[in-house]
């Protein structure tokens, strides 16, 4: 269908098309909003890809339960391959004897190495550890929302260890923080969000 002339003799649209903005009569639309296409969107209860992000009490809670059942794989380890060794202290006239147990450095780098692989792998594959999927929280990509692979998991799997090192502080900053990021989150890009319990 061909198009019209007004009474200028300007071409018109042909009907049912809106008018080309670039031609005298039209508008031109408004620009994009800065951060179209960005999955994070701020408000009063922030969601990224509609998912709310996750209370900090919920992510702490699963932080709980990750340490428990570690600790339920560890503590056997480390108590068939650690040494006891005497320690004496002595206090004016009294002395002291107490006995102190030490795990092999060998073993504190596997456990840091089994530590590494099991959020890595839960993250990547899963989406959440077993503490996290307990109370129905994942760990999705900071930008767009999705699931994160093994690069990104491994990358906050080290982010765990930096910011437990500083008592803790990289924890606890995901408390004053709009995205609820704690240092791990910042470095590799991460917003933990409410899901589906598994």
């Not at 995901?174 to 917003?191: E, I």
Request: hydrophobic content about 45%; cysteine-free.
């Amino acid at each position: 269908m061909s198009g019209t002339q007004d009474a200028g003799g300007i071409p018109m649209a042909p009907e049912g098309l809106p008018p080309n903005p670039n031609s005298g009569g039209g508008q031109t639309s408004p620009p994009p909003s800065p951060g179209t296409g960005y999955a994070f969107s701020p408000g009063e209860r922030p969601t990224i890809a509609g998912l709310p992000l996750a209370g900090i009490g919920r992510r702490l809670l699963g932080y709980l339960i990750d340490g428990i059942i570690l600790s339920l794989i560890y503590f056997p380890i480390s108590s068939a391959f650690s040494t006891t060794n005497n320690v004496v202290t002595t206090i004016g006239g009294i002395t002291l004897t107490t006995q102190v147990r030490t795990v092999s450095p060998i073993f504190q780098l596997v456990f840091l190495i089994l530590d590494l692989a099991y959020f890595t792998l839960l993250w990547s594959r899963k989406g959440a550890s077993l503490g996290q999927m307990a109370v129905g929280v994942r760990v999705v990509d900071g930008t767009t929302g999705a699931a994160i692979g093994q690069t990104q998991a491994l990358v906050r799997a080290i982010g765990y260890i930096v910011s437990a090192i500083p008592i803790f502080i990289g924890f606890i900053w995901a408390f004053f923080d709009p995205r609820k990021q704690g240092w791990m989150d910042k470095m590799a890009n991460t917003l933990v969000v409410e899901a589906r319990r598994y």
